[in-house]
């Protein structure tokens, strides 16, 4: 079986998926790049890619951890999808290809994968890639000690052999069809990290890895900087230096953009459609806007006793309009959303129909659930008022908006709220991971394959995993253990479909939209191009004219 015919079984974002909204097209991707702003570039268009040059990028959260078993939130990712590599990754067009390995093989029907390495991958101490690496990443991956959201993948595997410095062939005892998604995620280095310890080790911070980039400096609370691997196999990237700076308020980081301290963010709808407009940004700026591969929500603790009814949290969903979320927060740029897939993927369920905003219905069955309105307008039972925090993370003025519309809607019904934001690393470390939370408003980025088991199996419900509400739903396990389990893509849509089914009737989250990515790179930058993927697939690529270069290693 050939990778390719393989990979169209198992990838949920093929390019149709991005076609689903009109913005969401490779053509639209960039859209609001005018004629004068291909001709400003034009002088440099036809020269070759040069070395050198430095992006600084804003990011308000810092990372977490640098060994990415161990991270989950996206400031940790975004770093080490540069710092280290996979046997596989996903192209421009959302397909999986060959990467640190040089022979695919999918045997036995896909139940047993053979891979061979490229010899000579080096991480960034000297020492060789191997696929020795490769079985201890699956072993340190399995081991419950381990405290990782991403074990299941590596557990699927029946047995796992090393055939030689550089082959390794993994089986399965039956079809799993995340099985190729399992080799697009990192190796880690067994010569570094084999007695560390991984809550302690100072390889957390300092990490050792093979990609196009290795750490420089983490400054904490600052930034984080990353310079070019001259020994990265897949060739020198063409910017030297990418520097993570850490701003935590999206409107400080806007100025900081403007100032010229920045040279890439992701623009709030606000400032992409309003404060971006004009001569400056166009002659300095390209701005792109598609839809996203992810979703925000309302995610609830189960385990709490206001959010143990159903009924409870479908009250709460006919209580919130949709659309003025969509014009409030987003100013247009996104759409809602039923469930925990992105809107025109094959895999997102067309058929189910929202709930209606419908307050009066929602305060009906509240009193139907023992809510009594009291003389301050707050509901009660039991004595005790309807009254909860959502958690949210600093810098974030999309989600921070978003909460108080929530916040004023359920109010009309009864239901108080306060809003209270933390700093990222500790929001996820302390309040998240360890469920001390009434609600949070976050989002999810959607992989590229269906299975979200992780996040929704009741075996994830403990402390450090993503399914961190405590759902736990026994024909939601049948569906998400089908799904895996399946090739068959018509099998795997109706098994989602109906998952879907389930949690829009329970409402473990209340799904509110998917918005539009909305990046904003300076026009120094050469060779982006848009496509499914977005606009960084091909960021090694990305270089800068020697006489726009602010920083070169070379010099």
Not at 208 to 216: I, Q
Request: aromatic share 12%; charged share 25%; hydrophobic share 40%.
């Amino acid at each position: 079986m050939c990778l390719k015919y393989f990979t169209h079984l198992i990838i949920v974002l093929t390019l149709s998926a991005f076609l689903g909204c009109d913005n969401s097209n490779p053509q639209s991707i960039g859209k609001e790049k005018k004629q004068s702003e291909m001709s400003a570039q034009g002088e440099f268009m036809n020269n070759d890619p040069v070395p050198g040059g430095r992006i600084i990028m804003g990011t308000t959260g810092e990372p977490s951890n640098l060994i990415p078993p161990l991270a989950t939130d996206s400031a940790s990712s975004d770093i080490n999808n540069n710092l280290y590599v996979a046997p596989l990754r996903y192209n421009k067009d959302i397909e999986l290809e060959k990467w640190a390995a040089e022979e695919l093989e999918i045997r036995d029907e896909g139940k047993s994968i053979f891979i061979r390495l490229l010899p000579g991958i080096k991480w960034t101490d000297g020492e060789e890639l191997t696929a020795d690496d490769v079985l201890f990443t699956y072993q340190l991956m399995i081991d419950p000690e381990t405290p990782t959201a991403y074990a299941q993948d590596y557990l699927a595997i029946s047995d796992f052999k090393v055939l030689d410095r550089y082959s390794f062939e993994v089986t399965y005892d039956q079809p799993f069809a995340r099985s190729l998604v399992t080799w697009a995620l990192p190796v880690l280095p067994r010569h570094v990290l084999e007695n560390e310890d991984l809550l302690n080790t100072p390889y957390s911070r300092n990490p050792v890895g093979a990609g196009a980039y290795r750490l420089h400096r983490w400054d904490a609370g600052r930034q984080v900087i990353l310079r070019a691997n001259e020994d990265y196999f897949g060739g020198r990237p063409n910017i030297d230096e990418l520097v993570y700076r850490v701003v935590p308020d999206l409107a400080t980081m806007f100025l900081e953009l403007k100032a010229g301290n920045l040279d890439m963010m992701s623009l709030t709808p606000q400032q992409h459609l309003f404060q971006t407009e004009g001569e400056y940004w166009q002659d300095n700026f390209q701005k792109f806007s598609y839809l996203a591969t992810g979703y925000t929500y309302l995610g609830y603790n189960l385990k709490h006793p206001f959010f143990s009814s159903v009924r409870v949290r479908q009250a709460m969903a006919l209580a919130i309009d949709k659309e003025e979320l969509i014009k409030g927060v987003l100013l247009g740029e996104g759409v809602p959303t039923i469930g925990p897939y992105v809107p025109g993927t094959w895999v997102y369920n067309e058929d189910i129909e929202d709930y209606p905003y419908d307050p009066e219905l929602a305060l009906e069955i509240l009193r139907q659930q023992g809510w009594e309105m009291n003389r301050n307008g707050v509901l009660e039972k039991d004595g005790i008022p309807f009254e909860f925090t959502i958690l949210t993370n600093q810098g974030n003025d999309l989600r921070v908006r978003a909460a108080t519309i929530l916040q004023y809607r359920l109010a009309q019904v009864g239901i108080k709220i306060r809003i209270r934001t933390v700093e990222w690393a500790t929001f996820i470390r302390e309040f998240v991971d360890k469920g001390r939370f009434d609600a949070v408003l976050l989002g999810w980025s959607t992989a590229q394959d269906p299975d979200i088991y992780n996040v929704w199996h009741s075996s994830q419900a403990k402390e450090n995993g993503l399914n961190f509400v405590h759902y736990k739903n026994e024909r939601v396990d049948e569906l998400l253990e089908t799904g895996r389990r399946n090739f068959d893509r018509e099998v795997r849509k109706k098994a989602y479909h109906e998952l879907q089914e389930i949690l829009h009737h329970d409402q473990p989250y209340m799904f509110l939209f998917t918005s539009n990515a909305l990046p904003v790179v300076h026009k120094r930058f050469m060779g982006i191009e848009p496509a499914p993927a977005g606009i960084m697939h091909n960021f090694y690529d990305w270089w800068v004219p020697v006489q726009k270069q602010k920083f070169s290693l070379q010099r």
